[in-house]
C-alpha cells in the first residue's frame, strides 16, 4: 500500500520550516471511504469549517477530535448527507451525494452504520427489532433469518440473547450503547461511524467497548471514524486522529501530532491526562511499532 | 437473477460430498444464498461427510458467514461430519468470530399466549388501576397535608408562581375558552328556536339557552379545555423535570417537589379555572342573544329582559361551584401524572396524553355525581 508509506514518511520533516500536517493522501479520492475537500460550513455569520478536506483510508480506524465547537459533530453530520454544507465536495465510499439521485443516495447510507451518541434506538421497538429495522428496509431476508441475523449481531456485540425482547428503557447506558453498535452493524457496513461511543461509560465498561469496537473493526474489516474525547481510546484503538482545529483538520499518527507545535495541541497531547492515557509511549495491543502504518486495512473482506 | 448453482454447487468426491461455495456471501444476497442452501439440503440428503470448499467466495460479511455456519450445524445434527476448508485467511477471523457469536440455532421463541394469559392480564390491568387510585388518594392527602402547613404559614405559599400560573392557564386560555363559548351558545339558540318553533314556542329559545349555558355547557366546555390545554402542560412540565432529574435536585436541596411544584398550580388553577367559566358563561349567553336576535324576532334589549326572568342565580351559582372542583381534579391528576414520569422522554408523553384522558373523564363523571346531588337537593 503505497500511500501509506507518504503518510509515515511526513515525520522525516517534521520540525523543520513550519510544522504541516497534511490531511489529504495520494490516491485515487474514489478508493477512500470518505474524501472531502474544501469542505466549508458556516452557521449564520459563525464560520465552523473553511477549506476542510480530509480523505478517510478504507480499513482504519480514524478518531476525530477538537475543543468544544470545533464542528465535530457537524463534520460527521456533513458526510453522512444530514447537513448540507456551504460549499465544498464530499465524497462518502467513492459516491457523491450530489450526484446521486434520493434512491441511490439511500443505498450508500445503508452502507454506513452510525451509532449515536446516546444509542439513539427506536424507543418503541426491542433490541431485536431496532437491528431488524434496516434489514427490513434495505434488503430481502425472511423473517426467520432476520431473527437469527440480529441474534447474532447480538452475540457479536456481547450482550447476552435475552436482551433481544428488551426495549431500550430497560437497558443501562452501556448495553445500549452496544445494541446501537449491533444495529449500526446491521447491514454490516462498510464503514460505521460513532460518535462518542465512550461518552458516559465507566472506565471498566468504555475499556471494554474500545476491545469491542477493535476486535469488530479486525474481524469485519469495517472502517471506523470516531469523534471522541476518550484519550484512552485514542490511544488504544485510532490508526491515526483527526484533530479540529483552525476550522481546519489536521491528521496523523499519535506520534507525528504530538511534535506538533500548535499551542492546542500541546496542550492536548502533553496534559496531565494524555500522560495518564499514556501517550507518547505507543504502546498498542497491535503494536509492532508502527502506529497507523494500515495492515488492517487489509483485512478487509471485498 | 442468479440461479441457485451460482452460488452453491455440490459434487460427489469419493466418500465425501464437496460443497463448492461461491460468489459474494454478503447480506444483500443472503436471501437468495439461503434459498440455495435449502435447495441444496433438500437435493442432496444423501449422508456421508461433506465438505464445505469456501475457496470461491469473493466476499464475505457476518451474514454470510453465518449461513456458512448455520448450514454445516444443521448437516452435522443430521449426523454429517461437515469440515471447512480452502477460507481466504483474510476471511479467518470473521469466520472465528461469528463462529463464537453464533445464537443456538433458533432464538428463544416466546411462549404462546393461552386463555388463562389473557385473564392474568385482565387481572393485573384491574390492579395496576387499583393501586393507581390509592397513589392518587395518597398523592392528594400528601396535598392536603402541604396545603394545610402552607394555610398556617403563609409565606410557604409561592406568590409569584401562582401569580404566573393563573396568566398560562387562565387568562392565556382566555380567547380560546371564550371562541367555543360563543360558538356552542349560537348553536344551542339556532338548535333550540328550529325545534321550538313547531311548537310556536321560539321565545323560550332563551330559556334553553340560559339554564343549559349557565348549567352545564360553560362550566364542562370551559373544563375540557383547561383539561386539554393545562393539565396536559402541567404534565409535561413537570415530566420533563422529572426526567432531566430536577424534581431529585429539588428535593436533595430540602425542598419538596409537592410545596413547590404542586401547590401553586393547584391554587393557581383554582383561581382561574371559576374566573374562565364566568367569562365563558358570558359569551356563551352573548352568542345565545345573537342568534335569537337574528333568527327569533326580538331586540337584544328583549333578549335580556326574557333572561333576566328565565333564569334564578342559583342556576349560576350550580354551574359555578364546580369550576373549583373541577378545578382540583384536573390540576391534581395534571401533576400526580407528571410526578410518575420516569426514566425516558417516552414517558412524559405517554403521561402527557393519560393525564388528559383522565382529566376529562374525571371531570365528566363528577359533573354526573353533581347532577344527581343537584336533583336530590331539589336545586
Redesign the interface.
Known sequence: MAMVDEVVSGEAVAGEQEFKLGSTLPGDRKDFAVSIRGLVNRFGKQVVHDGLDLDIKRGEVLGIVGGSGTGKSVLLRTILGLNVPAEGDIMLLGENQRDLDEGDWRRVQARCGVLYQSGALFSSLTVAENIEAPMREHSDLDDDLMDQLAALKIQLVGLPLNAGDKYPSQLSGGMKKRAGLARALSLDPEVIFLDEPTAGLDPVGATDFDQLILSLQRSLGVTVVMVTHDLDSLVAICDRIAVLLDKKIRVGTMDELMRDPHPWMQAYFHGPRARAAGMGKTERPSGDGHPGDGHRGDGHGA | MATAESWITSARQGAETVWSLQGEW???H??QI?RAISAQVAAGARGGDVVFNLAGIT?????GA?LVI?SANALRASGAEVSLRGLDP??N??M???T?????D???V?PARTLLDWIAQIGEAVYEIWDQLLDLLAFFGEFCQVFLRAIVNPRRLRINSIVSHIEQTGLNAMPIVGLISFLVGVVLAYQGADQLARFGAQVFTVNMVGISVLREMGILLTSIVVAGRSGSAFTAQIGTMKVNEEVDAMETMGLTPMEVLVLPRVIALVISLPLLTFFADILGLLGGGLMCVLLVDMSFKQYLTLLNQAITLSQFWVGMIKAPVFALLIALIGCFEGMRVS??A??VGKLTTRSVVEGIFLVIVFDAFFSILFSLLGV
Open positions: 454478503t447480506v444483500h443472503a436471501e439461503s466476499s464475505l460479511d457476518s451474514a453465518w448455520r483474510k476471511m477471523d470473521l472465528q468470530r461469528v463464537e457469536a453464533a445464537p443456538s433458533k432464538p428463544p416466546p426514566g425516558s417516552e414517558s
